[in-house]
């Protein structure tokens, strides 16, 4: 009797032929039903809300996703496919509308595993409103991928009027956060099991587009909207500060660090504010706009810790500078390259 | 979290801080001893807080910087052998040897691995028993004796493919060595907390005699510096000179004696090369005897290491308090953390990088 292999990716599953056939019927089309993808063409056809035919502009953007390892508490590389794109859209101030899912499997995956991913896919996607509607899958041999690499892009429509991004940054603006920072970082790393203690942290990866939409029917002339991700909290504060050519003024008292997050911090010798985050948003706008910035933050789901942590000046422009815990100042730099553990 | 947010409370530091402006009359150069306190200092902008006439100069206690050249060409050459996992701390890979440094080597296809402990390193040597497992075993008393205690542990397993390539050194020597010269400056040391709550302090009022130079026992927060500072410069302005202990909530007299046994089981005091400073004698421990089996520098036998210090470096002088990073004339031009032309730049310890980081000209 012939093998049907039924339990893990092998070769013949990114052939194109029967195989694939198989695995997009009993993994992907379960969860991703949207109308684009069961036209079961090449490409889809996508309909645009129906302001945008008069006014406003096209967001795109994409994104690759590798996690070691693929569920962390909090998320999955599934989950964390569909923010990553949701948000980087939602950042332009666009209401993100339909993503398209690449996936690099490599052989010997167990398909269970990737049922689960997609289903998260399809779970996080229905909760941003985002419709899944193109897809690829690729095979690659035994040690060429890790397990499985997820691309997404992603597509949104921005409603004329909204003028947002790093530039637009201006001296007297307020500089907010949606919750704490470095859950997401130390989330992955712990659950890697190579530090030899565990913590309770869970990654914070969540779609934005709600809590951003709230933000900019609170605040109409919000300036920037930025993920603080990859370099955490500190490197995009120093992206935003040369794009808008003005110094950023951080207040560390006021930055919400979660206690295990420090912890694991001060025993690896990092600093919260360059550690990795998947769903938070750094929020800039006029100081008259931003008590209702902040109260439509605390009103949503992923923006409860919300909070004020710095203003923007003039001079010296394209510096981020910290008034540290203790009342002295100090430029916040980025990191040279890899965040390295201490020796003692 | 306790035993940390209260030494870095801002009204606490402040309040000790106008404690000791009232307390000094004159201008007083002291020396923390410790990269880790440097950082610190800097970190929380405790330097701009202290009255001006207190100047801090910074010592030598970043591992990585003082490791000697020639002992990092040798570890570099270790670790592009073919059969070979070269086991470090994180911080030792970005540090420059004369040609290149270990995350060169790991991206032209070498084994490294950046280990917490040098316990891990003994048992990846025991997953891989078909590799050459080597720890680069450097540091200043703080690491002595988890180091001492990979090569104990896996002398226990019957390990024959662990070794370590020892770089330990200590403190007291190097004071000797900066309180020594002609040029010294330091009138005052905060000595290195970590150091101490493995040594304790009783290594230490000899010097402070000799030298009649005031000291205490400091640790890493910003309220532990101020105290650290307040102890020192209160000697200094009574004219009184003692060693006190500003850390007590780590460190005793007598130290970890556990620890230090575990060192004097596994090592012996021997001469070392200060990169940028100079030979010391007896300045460091290195392997015993009946450990040669372990030693990487025997096993592996490297020679022909010529090393190339770049000429505009001034390290040596950083790491003796005898000049400021911002006094160097390539500080942030040709010597960055992207292009690091000594380790100091590089360490998350070392004086150049933290005035980089932090923005200190």
Known sequence: M????????????GSGGRMTQELIQRVFMPHFSSPGLLQGNDFAALGLPLEAQFQGQLSISTDMHIVSPLFFPGGDIGRLAVCGTVNDVAMSGARPLYLTAGFILEEGLPIQLLDRVVMSMQQVAEEAGVQIVAGDTKVVEKGKADQLFINTAGIGWTPAGRNIGGAQARPGDVVLISGAVGDHGIAVLTARGELGFETDVQSDVAPLNHLIEAVIEAAPHTHVLRDPT??????????????????????????IVHPSVRAACEMLGFDPLYVANEGKVIVIVPAAEADAALTA???????????????????????????????????????????????? | MRFVDEFRDGELVQKRLTDLRHLVTRPWTLMEICGGQTHAILQYGLDELLPPEIELVHGPGCPVCVTSLELIDKGLAIASQPGVIFCSFGDMLRVPGSHNDLFSIRAQGGQIRVVYSPLDAVKIAQENPDKQVVFFAIGFETTAPANAMSVLQAKGLGLKNYSVLVSQVCVPPAMHAILGSPENRVQGFLTAGHVCAVMGYWEYPPIAEKYRVPMAVTGFEPLDLVEGIFMTVQQ??????????????????????????????????????????????????????????FDADKRFGVSGIQTRESPLCIAGQVLQGLKKPSDCPVFGLQCTPRTPLGAPMVSSEGACAAYYRYGKK
């Open chain 2, 236 to 293: 200094l302005e009574a004219g009184k000179v003692d060693v006190l202990n500003a850390y007590s909530r780590a460190v005793t007299r007598e130290g970890n004696t556990a620890a230090q046994a575990i060192i004097n089981r596994v090592f012996e005091p021997v001469d070392r090369n200060w990169r940028g400073i100079g030979r010391i004698p007896l300045s460091g421990w290195g392997l015993r005897s009946e450990y040669s089996a």
């Open chain 1, 230 to 255: 990859r370099g955490g909290l500190a490197t995009t504060l120093n992206e935003i500060a040369l794009q808008s050519r003005t110094a950023i003024w951080v207040d560390e008292k006021s930055v």
């Open chain 1, 2 to 13: 012939p093998l049907r292999h039924d339990d893990q990716i092998v070769i013949g599953h």
């Open chain 1, 297 to 344: 933050m605390r009103a949503q789901p992923y923006g409860a810790e919300a909070v004020a942590i710095g203003y923007v000046e003039a001079a010296p422009a394209g510096r981020v500078l910290l008034r540290t815990l203790i009342g002295g100042t100090r430029l916040l730099d980025v990191l040279a390259g890899e965040m390295l553990p201490r020796i003692c």
